[in-house]
């Protein structure tokens, strides 16, 4: 079992930059696809981002690309989410993810584990 936490969140203007962290509670977190994913109010969870298990392969939702960067630190177990040019839209809870798969999957279902989340909040 492994639990993941999320931080990081907040309310930020548009324009503005967020880092979210997931923290890890296990030995092995090197043995694990790490993703993000988010959820807008009546809205389906979506990808935004994933990294593979050495952090050499990474994934983005086209809506996010050239202004979300994913990395990892395998040493620290932990996940990041560096979030720069935030638009309202981007406006959501944001769940980080680990999958015991090899590949870098943009499917929430392809995924085992899940923190609670964080809210970003972007205003206008």
């Known amino acids: 079992q492994v639990q993941l936490v999320e931080s990081g969140g907040g309310l930020v203007q548009a324009g503005g930059s967020l880092r979210l962290s997931c923290a890890a509670s296990t030995r092995t977190f090197s043995s694990y696809t790490m993703g993000w994913f988010r959820q807008a109010p009546e809205k389906e969870r979506e990808f935004v981002a994933a990294?593979?298990?050495?952090?050499?392969?990474?994934n983005y939702a086209d809506s996010v690309k050239g202004r979300f960067t994913i990395s990892r630190d395998n040493a620290k177990n932990t996940v990041y989410l560096q979030m720069n040019s935030l638009k309202p839209e981007d406006t959501a809870v944001y769940y980080c993810?680990?999958?015991?798969?090899?590949?870098?999957?943009?499917?929430?279902?392809?995924?085992?584990?899940w923190g609670q989340g964080t809210q970003v909040t972007v205003s206008s």
């Open positions: 990294i593979s298990r050495g952090g050499s392969n990474t």
């Open positions: 993810a680990a999958s015991l798969g090899v590949r870098v999957t943009t499917t929430r279902f392809g995924y085992n584990y």
